[in-house]
């Protein structure tokens, strides 16, 4: 963040982050089902095996598309659409770009292990709104906004 400028961090309310993770999901499962419908031919995956095989096969491949999407995103930009559409953005703990690996830590955790993610950060939850990957990468989801409120405290709830 820019030095000059007396700024404050809004923490993102977890209803924003919600529909912006909605948005998201929306359109890469749009993505997803429209690659693996044009690879074959359709969405049924009986023809690959009757057990749990077919089932999980399209859990990986979403996955692994969510979690590109989220990395090649997040660290170009900040954000994500969804993100965008709700002003939303990810940062380091202290306001500033995130690291590579930190971007690749808390979009692991939402890519492969969301509901238990999101539950532990719930539970073991801190002034920062912060789900478990996201404690383990060192990074904030924040409400962009311009503040004309210069108090001494630093981080803020929306």
Known sequence: MNSNIDSKIIIAKWTDRFFAWLIDFIIVTIISTS??????G????????????AESM????????FFVYWVVLEYKTGQTIGKKILNLKITDISGDRVSL??????????????PIDVVLGWLMT???????????????????KDLD??????????
């Open 35 to 40: 690659i693996i419908f044009a690879s074959f």
């Open 42 to 53: 359709t969405l049924d995956y009986e023809f690959i095996d009757n057990g749990f095989w």
């Open 58 to 65: 399209q859990y990986v491949p979403t996955s692994i598309l």
């Open 101 to 114: 690996k930190g971007i690749i830590i808390s979009s692991f955790g939402k890519s492969f292990l969301l």
């Open 126 to 144: 801190n002034k920062n709104r912060q789900r478990i990957f996201n404690k383990l990468g060192d990074t904030l989801i924040i409400k962009i």
């Open 149 to 158: 409120d210069t108090s001494d405290s630093k981080y803020i709830k929306d």
